[in-house]
């Protein structure tokens, strides 16, 4: 069976947009690959953090995941500062790499940008990345657009390194799934609804009291025409909707439309809250029963003994391979 690796950067809160864009795509790839889901925590540290909250969103973002319907038994789950070895790869293989290629990363610029005063770690954080990647030998990463450039880097870090000391990585290949549907920001539906958005009101977090989830939705932005049909250049804040119902549903965007045939926006977006808070509230009642648990260590315990053992078998025969050995 293939490998499949996905890592999850626990800054803001997941939201509604990252269940139904990439969270469910990846409840159906567990039935398909060998699948290895991580929490990046060492890649937020490039960015200033409160470690109170950074400890909690640890947890949390695994929780969620597995309340979500990532299934334990089909993924190995693990922290990545869990695996003391990642970081003495990553420092091997950023030996391997020009500062051309890392400062060349698309979020290194647009961040470098923002702050001159940048730790050396948002240059280097590509290369821990790519550690993450190879020490399993992993065969696929699913991807938005804007990260391939990282499993690229990847990709070019184990050629290089298996040119210069014989075969030691498999050779990831970016997984884009262009079938995930993007939802939008309820406020401003021309751009994706983010865990980092600065506006609250726009966005759905799974974290969020039912009540508010339902205000939120009841105040989306819409248009004046008052018909449901899905349109998303002319039509935007109610194609949102529509597709929030349609990945959440068994419904189509045609029987969606046929439903609310001259129906007021008002009831239409009563239903969409109805079928919403129904969704967050069955996902929330089985988080809260495993934050707090001990199911969830034992969970952690067990990925991080397993991907610990892998990744000290390939650390060391890098050290054999570039000679820092007695």
Known sequence: MKKILTGLKPTGDLTLGNYIGAIKQMTKMQEEYESYIFVADLHALTVPQDPKELRRRIK??????????I?????VIYV?????FIPAI????????????????????????ENANFSVGLLTYPVLMAADILYVDTDYVPVGIDQKQHVELARDIAIRFNNKYG???????????????KIKDLKD??????KSEENPAGVISLFDDVNAIRKKIMSATTDSEMRIVFDEENKPGISNLINIVVSL?????????EMFDGKNYGEFKKYVADVVTEKISNIQ???NGLINSKELDDILDAGALKVRKIAELKYKEMREKVGVVR
Not at 60 to 69: D, E, L, P, T, V
Not at 71 to 75: E, F, L, S
Not at 105 to 112: D, P
Not at 176 to 181: E, H, L
């Open 167 to 181: 075969t030691t990585f498999k050779i990831p290949e970016p997984l884009i799934n262009a079938s995930g549907t």
């Open 60 to 69: 949390n973002f695994i929780a969620m995941y597995i309340a979500c319907g």
């Open 189 to 194: 539906p021309s751009k994706k609804m983010s």
């Open 71 to 75: 299934d334990p038994a089909k993924n």
């Open 249 to 257: 549903t068994d419904k189509s965007i045609k029987e969606v439309e």
């Open 80 to 84: 990545q500062s869990d695996n003391e």
């Open 90 to 113: 990553s420092w091997i293989l950023e030996c391997s790499t020009y500062y051309g290629e890392a400062s060349r990363m698309i979020q290194f610029k647009e961040k470098s940008k």
């Open 285 to 287: 009642e089985k988080y």
